[in-house]
């Protein structure tokens, strides 16, 4: 079981950036996925986080109305689609895969774990 995270990279403040998680070896269809996001010198903390099946979503308050998480089954793949980027947003942002998941805040409960990628906000 496979997950890559893609789409990291610098962006201005105000600017967007969609990240990819694309599995391999299993289903995303039958997985909760999560975003999780770690700042330098900060702990991991949850930022969205997709059900399996019917697809409920959920969302830190503080990327709520500019952080969308989505799945695409065609293509075995979770997006976020994240919008009016602030510098606090600068962080390593993971992916992570539950199987039958509901979309859990507590990263303890995914098994399966992407690299991360890079998201930097500055001007």
């Known amino acids: 079981v496979q997950l890559q995270a893609s789409g990291g990279g610098l962006v201005q403040p105000g600017g967007s950036l969609r990240l990819s998680c694309k599995a391999s070896?299993?289903?995303?269809?039958?997985?909760?996925t999560g975003w999780f996001r770690q700042a330098t010198g900060k702990e991991r903390e949850f930022v969205a986080a997709?059900?399996?099946?019917?697809?409920?979503?959920y969302y830190r308050d503080s990327v709520k109305g500019r952080f969308t998480i989505s799945r695409d089954n065609a293509k075995n793949t979770v997006y976020l689609q994240m919008n009016s980027l602030k510098p606090e947003d600068t962080a390593v942002y993971f992916c992570?895969?539950?199987?039958?998941?509901?979309?859990?805040?507590?990263?303890?409960?995914?098994?399966?774990w992407g690299q991360g990628t890079l998201v930097t906000v500055s001007s």
């Open positions: 992570a895969a539950e199987h039958l998941g509901r979309g859990s805040m507590t990263p303890e409960r995914y098994l399966y």
């Open positions: 070896q299993f289903t995303m269809a039958h997985y909760a």
């Open positions: 997709i059900s399996w099946s019917v697809g409920m979503t």
